[in-house]
C-alpha cells in the first residue's frame, strides 16, 4: 500500500476502525504513523474544548450577507419575521464564514481588477486624467518642498516661486471669507486658489511621472 | 586693425563649427495611417512641438533630436498614436532637446507636454489640450474643440478660436485671448495678466478670474454682453458704455465692482480679480 492509497482510509482510522493493511502500513512509514498520531491528539484536544457560540449579531450579519448574495432564501415565521438563526455547534458554523469569506476575497479581486483596467482605460483620449494629486487644502510647507525637490534643478526655482504666489492666493483667499462668510464670490476665490496649487502639482508630477 | 584675412579666417571658422553642430542633429520621421478622430500624444521633455493639419487620413511627425542623448520611444495602437522623447545617460536640457512637427487629421484629439519650447497648434477641429511649465503655447484657428491650455509661467496666446469650449489655466504666465468665443471660456491665472480683445460671441459663458494679475477687457461696441467684474482690493475701470442691470446678485462698489449689460446681453462675463486691476475698454 502506498502513502497515497493510505491517505484515503485516514478518517477510518481517526474514527478507530483500522484495516489489517491500514496497521501494516503504519508499521512500515513512519510518516504516515506520525500523521495519525497527530490527527488523534487533534481530535482528542477539541473534544475537550468547550463550545464556543458566536453571538446572534455575527449569525445575523452572516445570513443577511448570504441571502443578499442569493446562496440561501429567507425563513419566514408566521407572522412575517425572519426566523432566527439555528444554533449551531462549534465547527458547524465554518462553512457559512468560509463562504463569506470567500465572497469578500472575490470581490476584492474583482474590484483591483477593475480598478487597474479604468486606469489603463483612461490613459486613451485626450483628456486623460493626470496623475493622482493630494487635495491641495491639506498640503503643506513640507509637501511644497518635497514637490520641488522632484522637479527638474533647472525649473526648481520657478516652482519654489510659483508656489509662493499660489499659497498667498490662498491666504488671502481665506482671510477673506473668514471676514465674508456669506459671499459666493469669497468661496469662489478660495477654490480657484485650490485649483491653482492643484495644477502646479500636477504639472510637476505630470513631468516627474515621465 | 582687423585684416582681411583675419576676416576670412573668422567666417571659415564659424561655417566650420556650424557645419559642427547640425552634423550632431538626428532627423527621424514617423509615418501612421489612422482612422477618424484619431488620439495623438506628443511628450517632449525639452523642445518645441508644432502641431498643423495633414492630408487625408495620415500623421506625420518628424523630429529633429539635437544629440544622441535622447531617443524617441514610439507606439501606435490601432487609432492612438504616442511618441515620447526619452533621455539617456549623460542628457542635459540642451542636449535632450528635440523639434517636433507634428501633421494630423483636422479632426483628431492632440495631447502635448513639454518642459520647455513653444507650443504651438493651428487650424484643427479635434480637442486639444497642452501642457508646459515654462513653455510659451500658442494655439490659432480652432474651431469647435475642446482647447486646455496649462503652464506654470510659461505665456499663453489664443488667436481666433471660434466656438470653442476653452479652459486655460497659468500659474504666473500671461494669457492672451484674440476674437476667441464660447460657448464656454475660463481663464484662470494666479499672477499672470489676462488680455482678452474679442466680441465675445453671441450667447457664450466667459469667466476670468486672477489673484494679483491684471484682467484687461478691449470689446467692440456691437458686443452682446451681461458684464459682471469685480476686484477684491484692486480697481475697476470702466471705458464701455453698459446699461445698469435691474437685478443684481450684488451692489456693485464704484471703482471695485460693476455691473451692466451690452446689446440684447447675449453672453455672461464674469471678471473677478483678488487684488489686480480690471479695465474694460472700447475698441
Known amino acids: ?210 | 586693425m582687423v585684416t582681411r584675412h583675419q576676416v576670412g579666417q573668422l567666417a571659415i571658422v564659424m561655417v566650420v563649427c556650424a557645419a559642427t553642430m547640425s552634423a550632431t542633429d538626428i532627423r527621424r520621421e514617423f509615418k501612421y495611417s489612422v482612422g477618424p478622430k484619431a488620439n495623438i500624444s506628443i511628450n517632449n521633455e525639452y523642445g518645441p512641438v508644432t502641431v498643423k493639419p495633414s492630408a487625408g487620413n495620415q500623421v506625420i511627425i518628424g523630429a529633429t533630436l539635437h544629440s544622441d542623448k535622447v531617443e524617441i520611444d514610439n507606439n501606435q495602437n490601432g487609432n492612438r498614436i504616442e511618441l515620447k522623447s526619452h533621455m539617456l545617460t549623460g542628457a542635459t536640457p540642451e542636449n535632450a532637446q528635440v523639434e517636433f512637427e507634428v501633421f494630423v487629421p483636422a479632426d483628431a484629439s492632440v495631447t502635448v507636454h513639454s518642459s520647455t519650447g513653444l507650443l504651438h497648434a493651428e487650424q484643427l477641429r479635434g480637442d486639444l489640450a497642452m501642457e508646459g511649465d515654462s513653455a510659451q503655447v500658442e494655439v490659432r484657428d480652432i474651431s469647435h474643440a475642446h482647447v486646455h491650455l496649462k503652464t506654470l509661467n510659461g505665456p499663453i496666446t489664443l488667436t481666433n478660436i471660434q466656438y470653442g469650449h476653452v479652459e486655460v489655466t497659468s500659474v504666473g504666465g500671461n494669457i492672451t485671448l484674440n476674437s476667441v468665443s464660447g460657448p464656454y471660456v475660463e481663464v484662470t491665472s494666479t499672477t499672470g495678466k489676462i488680455r482678452y480683445d474679442g466680441d465675445f460671441g453671441i450667447g457664450g459663458e466667459y469667466k476670468m478670474t486672477s489673484h494679483t494679475g491684471d484682467i484687461d477687457a478691449t470689446i467692440p461696441a456691437e458686443a452682446s454682453v451681461d458684464v459682471t467684474a469685480r476686484s477684491v482690493r484692486g480697481d475697476v475701470q470702466n471705458d464701455f458704455p453698459l446699461a445698469p442691470k435691474s437685478h443684481s446678485s450684488f451692489i456693485p462698489v464704484p471703482g471695485r465692482s460693476l455691473v451692466g449689460t451690452a446689446g440684447k446681453a447675449a453672453s455672461s462675463v464674469l471678471i473677478r480679480t483678488f487684488s489686480g486691476k480690471i479695465r474694460l475698454k472700447k475698441r
Open chain 1, 1 to 210: 500500500m502506498t502513502c497515497t492509497e493510505f491517505e484515503k482510509y485516514l478518517p477510518d482510522l481517526i474514527d478507530g476502525e483500522a484495516r489489517s493493511e491500514n496497521a501494516a502500513h503504519l508499521g512500515e512509514c513512519a510518516a504516515c504513523a506520525e500523521l495519525v498520531s497527530d490527527l488523534k491528539a487533534i481530535c482528542s484536544e477539541a473534544r475537550n474544548l468547550e463550545t464556543c457560540e458566536p453571538s446572534p449579531r455575527v449569525w445575523a450579519n452572516i445570513q443577511r450577507t448570504l441571502e443578499a448574495e442569493g446562496l440561501i432564501r429567507p425563513v419566514l415565521q408566521p407572522g412575517g419575521v425572519l426566523a432566527e438563526p439555528r444554533r449551531r455547534s462549534f465547527g458547524a458554523w465554518l462553512l457559512p464564514l468560509t463562504a463569506l469569506i470567500v465572497l469578500g476575497v472575490g470581490a476584492l479581486v474583482y474590484s483591483n481588477r477593475s480598478a487597474v483596467s479604468n486606469s489603463t482605460t483612461s490613459n486613451v483620449g485626450v483628456l486623460k486624467p493626470p496623475v493622482v494629486v493630494p487635495r491641495a487644502s491639506q498640503l503643506d510647507e513640507f509637501d511644497d518642498e518635497q514637490l520641488v525637490s522632484q522637479v527638474a534643478p533647472s525649473m526648481r526655482a520657478a516652482y519654489a516661486d510659483n508656489l509662493r504666489n499660489v499659497n498667498a492666493f490662498i491666504q488671502d483667499a481665506q482671510e477673506d471669507l473668514k471676514l465674508n462668510p456669506d459671499d459666493d464670490d469669497a468661496r469662489h476665490f478660495l477654490m480657484e486658489a485650490y485649483e491653482q496649487k492643484e495644477s502646479v502639482y500636477d504639472l510637476a508630477m505630470n513631468r516627474s511621472a515621465q
